[in-house]
């Protein structure tokens, strides 16, 4: 069988050049094209190099790795060797994955005129299975990505908290918000907001059915009806702003303790308010409190686990 070494430059070429587009893709690197086309121009010169057995030491493993991380580098240009690192892991986890689509591919078409030398396929059909392997490997790779990503979002940023205010307890599924920085601006404990209709449970309703009055100044007798005394030291009015409301007011109260559970730990505080909504936080109520970042962050003098812990509550 004739062998055009074009043809293998091509071949090659367009399938480094898939394999590193996807890699770009996934880890959603800002790429210029000039160099994905020069590192897979490289990975094609190494194949035809490879199949002429030009030079032997280029069917070394250890230069095969070395390849590698120069196409990476070239196409990418990462910043740190933690970067490359991590590059150079996905572009090998969707070479295997297209590859192995190419093998099932040829496997299922059985072409007759093929042939592989030292590593490298040539022939009438490597192009176009090339090209079918790229697409489908990439729908794979892409479809498992996204739900590979979105368990781990969701394990990750998903708290469960229970809230005890005067011997009352609560337990509310938190999503972690970076955004959310709010603080007590006189004590300066951390604020976890928490769905008003979560509350009822735990402060009195008349106080909760009435905080636009409160915040407002208008509420002053309805706080001399309230016959739980005790929770008026709690008040704190906290100063927020969003999107489309600039110099807001949250009421909140201060708790006696929340407990942050992450899978078998849990962290506990005796330095938070709860912060007060009045609307819905999920459309989809998968949970009714946000928790801020500094909170989690903070060294914690009681971690137990859980099973210590559901004595409590």
Same mark, same amino acid.
């Given at each position: 069988?004739?062998?055009?070494?074009d043809i293998v430059l091509l071949e090659n070429l367009c399938m480094n050049y898939i394999i590193l587009f996807a890699t770009g893709y996934l880890m959603k690197i800002k790429m210029k094209q000039l160099r994905l086309a020069t590192s897979s121009l490289l990975g094609g010169i190494y194949a035809v190099v490879a199949y002429l057995e030009i030079l032997p030491i280029y069917s070394n493993f250890t230069m095969k790795i070395l390849l590698s991380i120069l196409m990476v580098y070239i196409a990418y240009h990462p910043k740190n060797i933690k970067n490359l690192c991590k590059q150079l892991v996905i572009f090998y986890l969707t070479s295997f994955a297209f590859g192995g689509c190419a093998f099932a591919l040829l496997y299922f078409i059985k072409p007759q005129n093929i042939l592989m030398r030292n590593g490298v396929y040539v022939g009438t059909y490597p192009i176009k299975i090339?090209?079918? @392997? @790229?697409?489908?490997?990439f729908i794979i790779i892409y479809i498992a990505f996204k739900i590979v990503k979105t368990k781990l979002r969701k394990k990750d940023i998903i708290y469960t908290i229970t809230i005890e205010i005067e011997g009352k307890t609560l337990e509310?599924?938190?999503?972690?918000d970076t955004g959310n920085m709010l603080k007590d601006p006189i004590s300066g404990m951390s604020v976890i907001v928490v769905e008003k209709s979560k509350l009822y449970s735990l402060l009195p309703n008349k106080l909760l059915d009435n905080i636009e009055?409160?915040? @407002?100044? #208008?509420? #002053? *007798? /309805? /706080? #001399?009806?309230?016959e739980e005394k005790e929770y008026l030291a709690r008040f704190r009015i906290i100063p927020f702003s969003s999107v489309g409301k600039q110099n807001g007011l949250m009421l909140g109260f201060k708790a006696d303790k929340v407990a942050i559970k992450k899978e078998d730990e849990i962290q506990f505080s005796n330095s938070v308010v709860i912060g007060i909504y009045n609307q819905t936080l999920s459309?989809?109520? *998968?949970?009714s409190a946000l928790i801020g970042l500094d909170l989690l962050e903070e060294r914690s003098e009681n971690y137990e686990s859980i099973a210590d812990t559901k004595r409590q509550y």
């Open positions: 069988m004739t062998v055009y070494l090339a090209l079918l @392997g @790229g697409i489908i490997g509310v599924k938190a999503m972690l009055k409160i915040i @407002g100044g #208008e509420g #002053e *007798s /309805l /706080l #001399e009806q309230i459309k989809n109520k *998968s949970y």
